[in-house]
């Protein structure tokens, strides 16, 4: 089964809200897993703000080409229940 992010909502600091498509929702904090290349700019609160939802790709995504798979989002989700 694909996991897909169907819904996502930034909240505060480098929390984002995620809802899938199994209904399972939840906050997660990426602030710990800001680290390399890619995810340097995001470090920048007014850049990590610009968080999108890449239906394309089924996760979030931001302009400089950093995602996280969805996946790994899920797990986080999950794994804080």
Known sequence: MITRITKMKYQ???????????GRQGEVDLEPE???EVFEPLKEK???????????LNTITWDNGADFSPEFLYQMVTSSR
């Open 34 to 36: 800001l680290w390399g």
């Open 12 to 22: 505060s600091g480098y929390r984002i809200w995620l809802e899938f498509q199994d």
């Open 46 to 56: 007014q850049f990590f703000k610009k968080v999108r939802l890449d239906k394309e």
